[in-house]
């Protein structure tokens, strides 16, 4: 069960990313004092959490309502990563990127939320917190007995 859990942190800790996040991050805050980068930092980590936290709880109810067995979101979502990893191998950098402004006063980090809680991310924590419902453990969270 110990190991369910670790494989399950290690998915989405690699379906998020941090590192990237982090280089998405520290462009997106050039310019703003520490404290503003924390609570910025807090903002897009709360986003993200939220977004994959309602995901997992919600997973088996979506799986049910839509009438989508395990398996078949298993493969679904199998097919959404692959392909999100092919785009990125070939992905190439476009020529009319916006050259960065001085002042980042107005930087987004949406861009950042969308990456971290992609659509591949979220398909990968309904896949897991179903296969740790299906094996009787609530939200990949184990029960003390």
Request: hydrophobic letters at 50%; glycine letters at 8%.
């Amino acid at each position: 069960m110990k190991e369910q859990h670790l494989q399950a942190i290690v998915t989405v800790l690699s379906l998020v990313n941090p590192m990237i996040c982090g280089m998405m991050f520290v462009p997106a805050e050039a310019g703003r004092s520490g404290g503003q980068q924390l609570r910025d930092a807090t903002r897009a980590t709360l986003a993200v959490l939220v977004i994959l936290v309602a995901a997992a709880l919600s997973s088996t109810q979506l799986l049910h309502l839509f009438g989508v067995s395990l398996d078949a979101s298993l493969v679904a979502g199998g097919g959404v990563l692959a392909w999100m990893r092919f785009s990125m191998l070939s992905a190439q950098q476009s020529a009319s990127t916006p050259a960065p402004t001085s002042s980042n006063s107005g930087a987004s980090l949406t861009p950042l939320i969308l990456f971290a809680a992609s659509p591949g991310t979220v398909t990968g924590v309904i896949t897991i917190s179903a296969a740790h419902t299906r094996l009787q453990l609530p939200a990949a969270i184990s029960r003390r007995n």
